[in-house]
């Protein structure tokens, strides 16, 4: 894991706005400024072994790598890796930072629709869909923006979903202790879809429950009325 002031420009930038509120960090409004493209310091390192790799699978696939379309692509493909898998170097101490408040409330909080996208570990294709996240607080709650940042930084890695599901769980748990935690996810692989058996439309879901979420069969049924559907029985 590289040094944060090694990182490529455009995945700190990344980084920033995940750890950070939209200006909240100063240096992450100016990374936003400069935009991805920026050059300096922390520009993609490149030792060109990505490159020369993805050129490798070209030539392999019978492509021409020198033709016009693909003579940027290896470049363009690794700058993209880094990017959809900047979630390894967010810090979680910088991105919860001070959004922890102590609240004498204790109903479920809910919050769902969040949009996420995921690289699937064994085929480096996408998986994409929405999360809905929920939790019952023991005197604390966390910044609602929090969430999806939280969804994002475990989303932007390899990943399983069943994997990225636990993740979000656990960050909560661990983070806030709350009575309960529970987390669904919904979402399309394309190396699903893509592949074999073609069967668009077949969305795969997932979901963690801990403490209440998981011991009380009220609390489950509550959360999953939120998201208008039957709750399983654990
Ligand atoms: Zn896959």
């Known amino acids: ?6 990182l490529p420009a455009n995945v700190r930038r990344l980084v920033d706005e995940i750890e950070n509120e939209i200006g909240e960090s100063a240096e992450a409004a100016e990374l936003i400024e400069r935009g991805p493209g ?13 490159e020369a790799a993805v050129r490798e699978i070209l ?23 880094t990017e959809l898998t900047a979630g390894y170097h967010v810090d979680p101490d910088r991105l919860i930072n001070g959004a922890i408040f102590d609240v004498a409330y204790s109903e479920m909080v809910v919050v769902k629709d969040i949009p996420f996208y995921s690289l ?26 929090k969430i999806p940042r939280i969804v994002e930084m475990y989303a932007r890695r390899l990943q399983v979903q069943e994997r990225l599901t636990q993740q979000v769980a ?6 806030l202790e709350p009575q ?22 077949t969305i795969m879901t997932t979901s963690a429950v801990l403490g209440l979420f998981r011991s ?5 049924a509550e959360f999953f009325a939120h998201l208008d559907r039957a709750a399983p029985r654990a």
């Open 38 to 50: 920026a050059t300096g310091p922390g520009h993609a390192e490149a030792n060109g072994r990505v």
């Open 170 to 175: 656990d960050f909560l748990q661990t983070n």
């Open 216 to 220: 009380r069969d009220r609390t489950r």
């Open 59 to 81: 030539v392999e696939i019978g492509e021409d790598p020198d033709r016009q379309g693909l003579v940027g692509t290896p470049e363009r493909v690794h700058r993209m890796y």
């Open 120 to 145: 699937c570990e064994h085929h480096l294709l996408p998986f994409f869909g929405s999360a809905a996240v929920a939790y019952i607080p023991r005197g604390r709650v966390i910044g609602l923006s």
């Open 180 to 201: 309960g935690v529970g987390v669904v996810m919904e979402a399309t692989h394309l190396c699903a879809v893509m592949r074999g058996v073609r069967k668009p439309g």
């Open 1 to 6: 894991m590289p040094n944060p002031t090694d």
